[in-house]
């Protein structure tokens, strides 16, 4: 019996033996290139790697959890850190600025049609005064604008009636990429009043702009047709441009008058300097006329000062990106590449016409937070009247 019981023993011992050099090589990790197996295991079971032999194993569960918060991640999260961070504040900002445009371009209609009411600048039985954000177009297909909410919109401002027979028709338009105060009528009759007394030039619209270069006289009126051509080259594009009616003469004494083209549109454009420095300034802008593009063709091409993010109209035969002055990239802390994201800093800052059945009505637009970091940075100040000058 007692060899019997010593069998038995020693059976338990090889047995527990086992089971422990067992769990010692499943807790070990796959051994270093460097190290052979005997080395790497006395590594492990030195002092030093006694904290990894303890280390409890991640359950089956923590790991489900684990991987659910990976998917759960957002895309947009995943490329930042893929990609290098902007190098600058003002890269940041357009990034920013870009990701928040495409975001109202795709964003349900009730949700800007919310934002428009909250930011609403005037509105009375007749007219409403909306204050249009930087990359919304009025009018869209494919894309969420401004018109396409109109009847959401419209039922917010009558507080949310079930049935509402009031309407809000575009007046005067807004370029996409220009931002502030668009103007809209709430019946045809009124949009018939406005177009009549836009004709009339019985309507003042000022807008502020950011321009590369100072103008020179600093306050004028700049008097040229515009007609719109075709740009030949590896990619033929159409813009608008100039078709004056006088040109210099041959020997260069004088100027000389020329026919009119039979499609050039008349174009008249007062301006005045509010502010300028470091190469560039605040220019004020009231267009006399109703000509597509004007004032960006007549600041980039009749006094050669484009507006900073205009794009199209910086060089004629070609489409790029602008090119910047060193000391103005470097005022703005952009790089020279990085400046086709900068935004048309093209805003409407004023609207006065007179009033249908009330008082006339006079409306200026806070500027948005892209314009007026721009300002700061290049040290331009602006007026700070009611009327702003």
Same mark, same amino acid.
């Given at each position: 019996?007692?060899?019997?019981?010593?069998?038995?023993?020693?059976?338990?011992?090889?047995?527990? *033996?086992?089971?422990?050099?067992?769990?010692?090589?499943?807790?070990?990790?796959?051994?270093?290139?460097?190290?052979?197996?005997?080395?790497?295991?006395?590594?492990?079971?030195?002092?030093?790697?006694?904290?990894?032999?303890?280390?409890?194993?991640?359950?089956?569960?923590?790991?489900?959890?684990?991987?659910?918060?990976?998917?759960?991640?957002?895309?947009?999260?995943? /490329?930042?850190? !893929?990609?290098?961070?902007?190098?600058? +504040?003002?890269?940041?900002?357009?990034? !920013?600025?870009?990701? $928040?445009?495409?975001?109202? &371009?795709?964003?349900?209609?009730?949700?800007?049609?919310?934002?428009?009411?909250? @930011?609403?600048?005037?509105?009375?039985?007749?007219?409403?005064?909306?204050?249009?954000?930087?990359?919304?177009?009025?009018?869209?297909?494919?894309?969420?604008?401004?018109?396409?909410?109109?009847?959401?919109l419209c039922k917010m401002l009558d507080g949310l009636k079930t049935k509402t027979d009031t309407k809000l028709l575009p007046s005067l338009g807004l370029e996409k990429d220009s931002s502030g105060a668009l103007l809209l009528a709430r019946s045809e009759a009124v949009?018939?009043?406005?177009?009549?007394?836009?004709?009339?030039?019985?309507? !003042?619209?000022?807008?502020?702009?950011?321009?590369?270069?100072?103008?020179?006289? *600093?306050? +004028?009126?700049?008097?040229?047709?515009?007609?719109? /051509?075709?740009? @030949?080259?590896? @990619?033929?594009? $159409?813009?608008?441009?100039? #078709?004056?009616? $006088?040109?210099?003469?041959?020997?260069?004494?004088?100027? #000389?008058?020329?026919?009119?083209?039979?499609?050039? =549109?008349?174009?008249?454009?007062?301006?005045?300097?509010?502010? *300028?420095?470091?190469?560039?300034?605040?220019?004020?802008?009231?267009?006399?006329?109703?000509?597509?593009? &004007?004032? /960006?063709? =007549?600041?980039?091409?009749?006094?050669?000062?484009?507006?900073?993010?205009? =794009?199209?109209? *910086? =060089?004629?035969?070609?489409?790029?990106? &602008?090119?910047?002055?060193?000391?103005?990239?470097?005022k703005l802390g952009m790089e020279q590449s990085k400046s086709r994201y900068l935004p048309l800093h093209l805003h409407a800052r004023r609207l006065e016409l007179p009033g249908r059945s009330q008082s006339d009505v006079a409306v200026s637009c806070p500027m948005p937070k892209y314009f007026i970091k721009t300002l700061n940075r290049l040290q331009l100040m602006f007026p700070e009247d009611k009327n702003d000058g």
């Amino acid at each position: 019996m007692s060899c019997c019981k010593a069998a038995a023993v020693l059976g338990d011992q090889m047995l527990l *033996s086992l089971v422990k050099s067992r769990t010692i090589c499943r807790r070990l990790p796959a051994a270093a290139p460097g190290l052979s197996r005997g080395q790497h295991t006395a590594a492990q079971l030195s002092p030093g790697g006694s904290e990894t032999a303890d280390k409890p194993r991640l359950k089956a569960i923590d790991l489900a959890r684990k991987i659910r918060q990976e998917k759960a991640k957002p895309r947009s999260e995943s /490329r930042t850190q !893929e990609t290098d961070p902007p190098v600058s +504040g003002s890269q940041q900002r357009v990034a !920013e600025l870009k990701r $928040f445009t495409a975001q109202l &371009q795709h964003v349900h209609p009730n949700v800007l049609a919310k934002h428009l009411h909250r @930011t609403a600048l005037y509105r009375d039985e007749d007219v409403v005064v909306l204050n249009k954000p930087y990359g919304v177009p009025v009018r869209e297909s494919g894309v969420t604008s401004v018109a396409s909410v109109l009847p959401v919109l419209c039922k917010m401002l009558d507080g949310l009636k079930t049935k509402t027979d009031t309407k809000l028709l575009p007046s005067l338009g807004l370029e996409k990429d220009s931002s502030g105060a668009l103007l809209l009528a709430r019946s045809e009759a009124v949009l018939e009043h406005i177009l009549s007394l836009s004709r009339n030039n019985q309507v !003042e619209r000022k807008y502020w702009v950011i321009t590369v270069g100072v103008p020179v006289p *600093s306050e +004028g009126v700049i008097d040229i047709p515009i007609i719109e /051509r075709e740009v @030949t080259g590896p @990619t033929p594009h $159409f813009k608008m441009t100039l #078709s004056p009616l $006088f040109r210099m003469n041959e020997a260069g004494d004088g100027v #000389s008058k020329v026919r009119s083209h039979r499609q050039a =549109h008349a174009a008249a454009t007062k301006y005045r300097v509010l502010d *300028s420095g470091y190469g560039c300034s605040l220019v004020e802008l009231q267009p006399l006329t109703a000509v597509k593009h &004007q004032m /960006r063709v =007549h600041m980039a091409y009749a006094l050669a000062c484009p507006i900073l993010g205009d =794009h199209k109209y *910086s =060089h004629w035969n070609k489409l790029a990106p &602008q090119k910047l002055p060193e000391r103005v990239l470097k005022k703005l802390g952009m790089e020279q590449s990085k400046s086709r994201y900068l935004p048309l800093h093209l805003h409407a800052r004023r609207l006065e016409l007179p009033g249908r059945s009330q008082s006339d009505v006079a409306v200026s637009c806070p500027m948005p937070k892209y314009f007026i970091k721009t300002l700061n940075r290049l040290q331009l100040m602006f007026p700070e009247d009611k009327n702003d000058g």
